[in-house]
């Protein structure tokens, strides 16, 4: 089987070398040296402030509680994108409103968070950066900026992504990364947040850790975020591979992209000249839902996986009684979308053989239904 995703691992022995020393030490968490180290590596690299985090739904979840919005406030944000975000405003007992994407980059689309702002006037925005594809961080800041709104950035997808030259990381007031088993650098469960606000750090650190500092006096109302040592260690070897993770997924996609091109119907999510995206997931958008069918099928015939990647978080049924507004764009690229496989080991020839299979099933299929 072809699977969606492979994680790319670095060496067994680099890895069991660290074990043996935290065996040695006995510290198994409590942000000893390989939380350290970890955070010290993903500050370097995304030059900003970072903290380690058990996974990046707690990394939202903490990271909202850590910006003190009064409970019931209005937050905007996605429903493009995965549960954690919706979830991590719930727990905070915020009130989610959803807001439509732009179909063409898949992330938040700002003209449609203006329209929802100036009805609801809300305390926080977030926006995902939709499968790395950094998220327009300029207007967004705008936006917020006018309505004293904090701004969030899911960067679940985003490690390594860039936005106007600059990494992902820094942008808004926190952003928040997973490092779980599907990313393209993976501690098996982890997550990063990240903030250049030094008050808010602090905050986040009780937050992350019961809400207290070993004084055993709660100052704040946190939990268990801790990333355990061995964790941290496997990713102080995975995070520094980065740039060769994303090196190779940059040709795949061109690969992709070169194989697919004119294909009557067939679309890809847009990335601007200037920016990164770390293709987290690779996506195809079909002329039509009977066509994603037939390539998904096509696919499974041939064990290939394939994912519909967003599932709309308004069509939930933890998050229906929160759908108010039309999503008209998402529901239409979630009819249409489908997430192809894409990791470090996946060969040329694979890529090129999952193209052929996609074109002959749809050679002689008209575009344009539904
Ligand atoms: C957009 C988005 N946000 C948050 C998360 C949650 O991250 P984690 O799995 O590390 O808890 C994910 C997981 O893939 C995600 O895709």
Redesign the pocket.
Known sequence: MIPIMRPDLPELSEYVALLEKIWDSRMLSNFAEYSKQLESIASDYLEVPARTVV??????TCAIAALQIPPGSTCLLPSF??N??VNAVLWNQLIPVFVDIDPRTLNLDLGSAETIAGLSGPKLIIA?H?FGNPADSEGLGLLAQKHAAKLLF?A??GYGSIRDGAKVGGLGDVE?F???G??PVTCA???LVTSHDEDFLQRFDYYRAYGFQGDYNSIHQGLNGKMSELHAALGTLALPMIEGALSRRHEQVDRYRRNLSGIDGLSFQEVREQDRSTF?DFAVILGSNREREMVENALAAQDVQTKRY?RPCHRMDAFRPYAMSSLPATEDIYRRILCLPAFASLEDAQIDSICETLRNSLSGVATGGS
């Open positions: 996974s990046g739904d707690i990394g939202l994108t995965f954690s975000t995902t939709v899911d679940a997808h928040v997973s490092l779980s599907t990313k469960e982890g997550g987290k967003f």
